[in-house]
């Protein structure tokens, strides 16, 4: 865990203690994710679900006692030392992304497996065997998605095959093995993550190693949302967003203005717009051009400081700054989008 917590200190900036903590912990409000959107920390979003705040502080007093970070009243920032042992780190977990797939990873997952077994199974012609899964949750759907596919035993078999050889294709070899070691089926009797991962790594450390597997697994698997296996996983993860803002999304690309969906909603404005922020920063058919107005344009691109150090209260001193727009600009610009494109 300490290692991880270190890989997570940007090289420059210092972290707010208790936003940092929130985002650890998965705290999902519209503060804590821009916190981890400028400071490019949202894949850690949820990543430590059960850290204690005690515990906390203990990892981040060995840390400063390490030398390695330094804590002024409520910020902590690496020291040079710090940033020197962060670089031989090399990026631990790269392919983590808490932030999509974290509420519900190792149901999904689970899901997975139970799939191979019983596609396994019925490609050997046999029904006498010990199910991964009893509860109706994994049951019900494995049932249902296999109604639906429409495909023989032997269909099943071929095609799974494919999509499993084509996603754990893109993987790490080390991610591809952890993960197919997992599989039961047909005269296979698969193994738990502690037993393929060196015995000598803590608890921490093998639940974020098989997260970083599972999680590169399904962002491979989003790409072919055609596939039988994204029939049955795609509806599951799409669970890890805000319903609450698929709502407020949805209204507006039908054509409501944000007044109407306000009325119709009987949400309040900053509710909306803590939405559309999720929006803009979670999926890519955020509408932009048409929610940031020329005026806001404008005054924010003649800005000269790096967007990531915007304090709203600063730029607005006419009282004539929406928040809204001010974050919708600055997500636009850290996803890539050019000066020369916010002048229209």
Request: include cysteine.
């Amino acid at each position: 865990m300490l290692l991880f917590i270190l890989s997570l200190f940007p090289s420059r900036n210092k972290l707010r203690i208790s936003s940092f903590y929130q985002l650890l912990t998965g705290k999902k409000t519209t503060s804590v994710l821009i916190f981890g959107f400028l400071n490019q920390l949202l894949p850690a979003h949820n990543s430590l679900p059960e850290l204690t705040q005690k515990t906390y502080q203990e990892r981040l007093t060995e840390l400063e006692k390490s030398g390695l970070i330094q804590i002024e009243e409520n910020e902590v920032f690496l020291t040079s030392k710090g940033r020197e042992r962060q670089k031989k780190l090399n990026v631990l977990y790269p392919d983590l992304h808490f932030d999509l797939y974290g509420r519900n990873w190792e149901e999904a997952w689970r899901l997975v497996k139970f799939a191979i077994q019983v596609v396994s199974y019925l490609n050997a012609h046999q029904s006498e065997y010990l199910p991964a899964e009893t509860s109706p949750f994994y049951t019900t759907k494995i049932k249902t998605w296999l109604v639906h596919s429409g495909y023989s035993k032997e269909q099943l078999a071929d095609t799974i095959y494919h999509e499993l050889s084509t996603c754990l294709g893109k993987l790490t070899k080390e991610q591809a093995n952890l993960l197919a070691n997992q599989f039961s089926g047909y005269e296979q009797i698969g193994l738990l993550p502690y037993q393929l991962i060196e015995t000598s790594e803590d608890e921490t450390t093998v639940y974020l190693q098989q997260a970083q597997a599972v999680h590169a697994f399904f962002n491979q698997l989003q790409r072919f949302p055609d596939f039988l296996f994204s029939q049955l996983l795609l509806p599951i993860l799409e669970q890890n967003y805000n319903q609450s803002m698929l709502v407020t999304r949805q209204l507006f690309l039908q054509g409501h203005s944000l007044s109407e969906i306000m009325t119709y909603r009987h949400l309040k404005k900053g509710t909306i717009t803590d939405h559309l922020v999720e929006w803009a920063l979670f999926l890519d058919d955020f509408p932009f051009d048409q929610l940031i107005s020329k005026e806001t344009n404008q005054l924010l691109a003649s800005q000269a400081t790096p967007v990531q150090t915007w304090r709203y209260q600063e730029l607005n001193k006419t009282g004539t700054l929406d928040y809204g727009e001010f974050r919708f600009y600055q997500i636009r610009a850290l996803k890539g989008g050019r000066k020369d494109e916010f002048n229209s």
